[in-house]
């Protein structure tokens, strides 16, 4: 009688053993899957890109120069067709602001005198992002707010 409930113990043990298995392993590849999911969704927007920026604080009507002008990887959310790329940066040597910039700001076409953004024009951007995404309404505001500073200077 005890080896037959030894038997009937190890039997047992055996069948649950051979249905945990399949659904822990179930288990682990629906997470592990659920985590990738939510590593792209963080990730997503924060692909980095090279841009044109600020190396220090600049005053409007300032005279942009190498010094002035550093490449710095920033999140492609930030780049639009205005964005100045590296291969535009000689283009703003010597080009005069039209608004504060800030270090570290991105530089747009549009910051600058003489400089006018290829859809003002009407033409094809030069050097688009290799991929262009929609703004955050954060900065679509900013950038709202830096026209409307650009159109009562023009105004003056």
Known sequence: MKEQSKRGFREGLLWGAALALPFALITA???YGYIGLKKTAVRRGWNLVEAVVASRTLAPGE??????LEVRSVADL???????LPA????SIGRR???????????HR???EGMTS????GEAPACPPAETKPLS???SKNILSIKRALAQEASR
């Open 118 to 121: 290829d859809a003002e024009q």
């Open 29 to 31: 590849l629906l997470g």
């Open 63 to 68: 005279t942009l120069s190498v010094e002035d």
């Open 97 to 107: 602001l039209r608004v504060p910039l800030a270090a570290g700001q991105v530089l």
């Open 110 to 112: 549009d910051f600058m």
């Open 137 to 139: 309404a954060e900065a």
């Open 78 to 84: 930030m780049v639009t067709a205005d964005t100045i």
């Open 88 to 91: 535009q940066l000689n283009a």
